[in-house]
């Protein structure tokens, strides 16, 4: 079946710190993956998508992603969180064949000063 | 990039009724899904929104519950029948403009509607 694990729920992380949130889909046929934040109270926005190409992506607001076919793996990732990086964060996936996004279950990033 | 508003925003409702949630595109888009996010959950895809015809459901979804109407390509509801406390969720419509998703355009969402059912 398709599916999206994003295997931590929360990601407590300091201001100014690294962070990586991390994502595993389920199969290793062709796919297109992406990269979805919900800030509170808003709706989705697109972070970043990866089609073909270049392994690694750059998104908006410094955020990076770098896809794994081996490992089917889609890990976020940014080099200094800023607070109003709080929100939660959506990893999702488009198995070729299907028109259909799957959406991992979210992970909330939670920046302290 | 496509902007989408839905009314309304949030509502608070009583068990046995039906509330019917409206999505307004500001373009035309091919593509129109709702979306259910149960609290604590990821997002599930209840349907596609067909223009013309009757929407697409997903399995354990129907048409019974959850009907929708699509009168033109910018705008869709999507009604909650008969409500439960386990409808309490929010509810989003995405779209995605022309070329679908087969072209990797980007599916964009609205801001949701919260549901709360007493």
């Known amino acids: 079946a398709q599916s999206v694990t994003q295997l931590d729920s929360q990601v407590p992380v300091f201001e100014e710190a690294p962070v990586e949130l991390r994502c595993n889909y389920s199969s290793s046929v062709s796919v297109y993956l992406f990269w979805y934040v919900q800030y509170p109270n808003q709706g989705l926005q697109l972070l970043l998508k990866y089609l073909s190409g270049s392994t690694l992506v750059k998104g908006i607001n410094g955020f990076e992603a770098e896809f794994n076919k081996s490992q089917t793996s889609f890990h976020l990732r940014k080099p200094s969180v800023h607070i109003s990086d709080t929100a939660e964060y959506f990893c999702?996936?488009?198995?070729?064949?299907?028109?259909?996004?799957?959406f991992g279950t979210g992970t909330r990033l939670l920046v302290s000063p | 990039s496509a902007v989408i508003s839905q009314k309304p925003s949030r509502d608070i409702c009583q068990r046995g009724t039906s509330l019917t949630i409206q999505c307004q595109v500001d373009?035309?888009?091919?593509?129109m899904f709702w979306y259910r996010q149960q609290p604590g959950q990821s997002l599930t895809l209840i349907a596609t929104?067909?223009?013309?015809?009757?929407?697409?459901?997903e399995s354990g979804f129907v048409i019974d519950k959850f009907p929708i109407s699509r009168p033109n390509l910018t705008f869709s509801t999507l009604t909650v029948s008969n409500m439960s406390p386990e409808d309490s969720s929010i509810y989003l419509c995405?779209?995605?403009?022309?070329?679908?998703?087969?072209?990797?355009?980007?599916?964009?969402f609205g801001p949701g509607t919260r549901l709360t059912v007493l």
């Open positions: 995405s779209v995605v403009s022309a070329g679908g998703l087969r072209k990797h355009n980007e599916q964009f």
């Open positions: 929104a067909n223009q013309g015809s009757e929407a697409t459901y």
């Open positions: 373009s035309q888009v091919t593509m």
């Open positions: 999702a996936v488009i198995y070729l064949g299907f028109q259909k996004l799957v």
